[in-house]
């Protein structure tokens, strides 16, 4: 099932979701640090069942943060609304997993008129000392560092946080029962933090400082579900919710998919309204591009009309300037999607995709990159995630190297480059290393590219 990208702009606010499916709305508020990434899977089975649409919260995934320096829960549930709203829609069922679950039920209880019904994977109920606990622990500052120590802090807080609850506890006791060493998914949430970076201590920060009471049992609310299943840390909390209102029911589960089963057939119960069309952003979307080698969105921003620009191999259109026109994600870069098989190495395939956005934009003309100079195997190592986390370490050196030295690998005297210091600035590093390790076909690109050169 097919799932579209969309950004909306609200009071100054760019705001990206996904959205998938048919019928009456879900709204899908993810837990943090992740993204709407992380319920694409979901989105495509339950999208049978409803028009899925999953923001990513402020300060997550590609939405702007909220403004100040320490947004509260009712900021970010008020921010849920906003979306709402601005989408067009009356009333909706709602999901959310552990903080997700958190912001929504805040803003159900702010806006009860904008819910059908809610239900939620997990909800906390600290005592004073798990909070005072997780306030001076739980939320580390993540900044950008010259060589890159943080990607080897990130990478293992990531790998333990289901090995330990909370991660920072390495204590016996405090050890889960559901601990994994699965590379794609502690990836997937490196390169959500990585989206993140300082504000996911906002958004975290909000959700770990927000008050969990319950509404009182003669409160009128919409019907909410709560549920978690075994090895979830926050089974335990079941337990600890107390009296509930009317329509309010909790109760454990065995596995993940019981959790998912009994969210659907109760959202199911009560969901209703269909999701009206999208008004996207007007400098910034995806495309869907259809060409014989290629099916998939492609990322874009910028200015419909003039010039399309791409960028060079292993970079991305958020490092370029559009001037006047647009730049895209090529394939395997950026935001855009990867091919289907092996990037491939023939122009044709590259230009058939260039060509759909390029009339789909507008575009006047098409501005070819400059053609690096280098090997293409030493240029762009194979930076596959591994067990150890050492691809994002080497992706560091390489895109610290090429300020240096060209080719970046020929570190010695002939090969230097001139620099200005804010070229190794280590927040300039990140925005590289981001671009450097999305690009999974940057080589094969690169091939492509040097091939057209040829010929013409």
Known sequence: ????????????????FRRCGAGPTLLMVHQSPRSSAEYEALMREWGAHFTCIAPDTPGFGQSDPLAGDKPSIDDFADAIVELIVALGLARVAAYGFH?????????????????????????????????ALF????????????????LTWLWNRMLEQSWFFPWFDVRPEARLSVA???????????????????AYRAGYGAVLRAPRDIPSVDAVTPPVLITAYDGDPLQPHIDRLGPMPQGWSAHKVATPADHQADSLAFLRQHANGSAPPIDDAEDEGFLQVVTDAFDGLIHWRGHRGGPLTLHPPGSAADLI??????????????LSACWPGQPPENWGAWQAVIDGAAEALSASHVI????PDGAPDLLFPDLTPDRFGSYLTRAWAIVRARHLFDPWYAADAAHARAFDLTDINADKLARDHRALIRATAARRYLVALRSHEGES
């Open 180 to 198: 994994h060493a699965d590379v794609v998914r502690v990836d997937a949430a490196v390169r959500e933090m990585l989206d993140s970076g300082a």
């Open 99 to 131: 903080s997700g679950g958190i912001i929504l039920v805040s803003a159900l209880k702010r806006h009860p008129e904008r819910f059908s019904c809610l239900a939620v994977g997990g909800y906390a109920i600290w005592t004073p000392e798990e909070m």
């Open 321 to 334: 300037d559009p001037g006047q026109g647009a730049v895209i994600d090529l394939p395997g870069h950026g």
């Open 1 to 16: 099932m097919q799932i579209s990208r969309h950004f909306v702009d609200i009071s100054g606010r760019r705001v990206h």
């Open 368 to 371: 070819l990159p400059a053609v």
């Open 135 to 150: 306030g001076e622990h739980y939320l580390p500052a993540f900044e950008p560092s010259a060589y890159g120590e943080h």
